[in-house]
């Protein structure tokens, strides 16, 4: 692997890194303090609390919907296994987290490819990818809806 290759993972491995700590600093005490079902707002209504909560929360959904698009498209050209684990971590955990990471795993896998002086063809999808795809497309779309609503 070259060494720009390995400073990129290392900066993506930083970013993965900040945005754990950033994101659940903030969830856990969150999950864990007055907002449980039952004891005030719940997260979904909180993400509905004024413009700004509304704004970035259609941002970043629909940035999951664009980085699910690429990573879906990228380990298909280049052979990166476990893709929707990255999304679907990416939902439970944090896509700031996860696309990162994903990140990575095609640096590495762009590396081995080129090492083997191998250059990835066109991209071809599988019916489950367009599926999946589709199911996140409507979902974001709802959700968002739903949160600018």
Not at 15 to 29: D, E, G, R
Not at 53 to 58: D, H, I, L, P
Not at 73 to 84: P, Q
Not at 97 to 123: N, S, W
Request: with cysteine.
């Amino acid at each position: 692997m070259s060494s720009f290759r390995k400073a990129l993972c290392w900066i993506y491995g930083a970013i993965a890194l900040a945005a754990l700590v950033a994101t659940w600093s903030q969830n856990l005490p969150y999950f864990t303090g007055a907002h449980l079902p039952g004891n005030g707002p719940s997260y979904i209504a909180d993400l509905k609390v004024n413009g700004a909560a509304r704004s970035f929360t259609v941002d970043i959904g629909l940035f999951l919907l664009a980085a699910t698009f690429l990573m879906a498209i990228e380990a298909r050209r280049l052979g990166i296994r476990w893709v929707w684990l990255y999304v679907a971590f990416g939902f439970l955990i944090a896509i700031s987290v996860t696309f990162p990471l994903f990140l990575i795993a095609r640096e590495m896998r762009l590396a081995k490819l080129q090492a083997a002086g191998t250059v990835p063809g066109e991209v071809k999808l599988v019916a489950s990818d367009y599926v999946a795809l589709a199911i996140i497309a409507a979902l974001t779309a709802g959700f968002s809806w739903y949160i600018l609503t």
